[in-house]
């Protein structure tokens, strides 16, 4: 004879800010995403990011533990009932070593105090908007992509997500081929995204670094699109340092300025989550 226990009341947070994990996907031995249940109080702007994590060990001396806390872009956007993340794994890493496990039922804490660049608010109206990111870098367009907003404010949506290889695409290739089919926003998608995926280390259709792509022009081509220029073309940016500093100057060189929410201008940027 079987036992089978069905769970009615909800999980008693036992963590402070505690929300509890409603599914986990792993794309790569390297990638992972994960959703989670959003606090009722919690308003925030697409693109925006909060603090993450879970308790860490308990300190050898004094026995206490503490929170181990990392920034992470909420991927998904403004309006879900839930909250979705998009992390790294690195396997000596303080956070990633223990948040790569959880499972679904497992509890993470979250402080409820969205912040960040990487906001509509933060940019002066244009007709275009570029979205440019590398590796989990692509987490806060997971947000604007499905947010109203982007299509409201723009004719033309431009994502690139530039990765090593064709399987670290996979995460964002799946929600971009999933926006046209979205009850919510998939007829203000149409016509105006173009998804602009390229691989660094492995085969694929289009290979190289997206700033050399802007830097020879092979992007507009490729795209059909006038180079960037300050008076139609906005932009945001989220991958590792290198990246964001190398854009950066490609960026101003098009004559773009960098803006923030309290004085708008042509582009932004973000440090991805790294480690
Ligand atoms: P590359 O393979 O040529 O280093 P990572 O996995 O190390 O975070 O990198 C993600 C992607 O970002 C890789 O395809 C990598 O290309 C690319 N990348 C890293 N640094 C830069 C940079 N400074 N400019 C353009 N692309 C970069």
Redesign the pocket.
């Known amino acids: 004879q079987t036992t089978v226990t069905t769970a009615t009341a909800k999980p008693v947070p036992t963590l402070p800010d505690a929300q509890t994990v409603t599914s986990v996907t792993h794309w790569t031995d390297r990638l992972f995403s994960f959703r989670v249940t959003r606090p009722q109080s919690l308003r925030f702007r697409s693109g925006e990011f909060v603090m993450i994590g879970l308790m860490g060990d308990p300190d050898p001396a004094t026995g206490r533990t503490k929170p181990l806390l990392r920034a992470y872009s909420i991927a998904s956007p403004s309006w879900d009932d839930e909250l979705e993340f998009y992390s790294i794994k690195v396997q000596d890493g303080p956070l990633t070593s223990k948040l790569q496990h959880i499972q679904v039922g497992d509890e993470i804490i979250l402080r409820p105090k969205p912040v960040g660049t990487l906001v509509h608010d933060a940019l002066l109206p244009g007709k275009r908007i570029y979205f440019f990111s ?2 989990t870098g692509f987490a806060p367009f997971a947000s604007l992509l499905r947010e109203p907003q982007t299509y409201e404010d723009y004719d033309e949506v431009i994502v690139t997500h ?3 290889d064709v399987a670290e695409l996979e995460y964002g290739r799946q929600l971009v081929e999933g926006l046209e089919n979205d009850p919510l926003i998939g007829e203000m998608v149409a016509g105006k995204l173009k998804y602009y995926p390229t ?3 492995e085969e694929s259709t289009k290979m190289g ?3 050399e792509k802007l830097k020879s022009g092979e992007l507009f081509t490729d795209l059909g699109v006038p180079p960037i220029s300050p008076e139609t073309d906005r932009a945001m940016v989220c ?2 340092i ?2 964001n ?2 854009l950066k100057e490609i960026l101003e060189g098009f004559g773009l300025r960098e803006g923030a929410n309290s004085e708008p201008a042509e582009y932004v940027v973000e440090k991805a989550f790294v480690g």
């Open positions: 590398t590796g530039t990765c090593r691989t660094t280390r670094r997206i700033t991958g590792s290198g990246l500093n190398d």
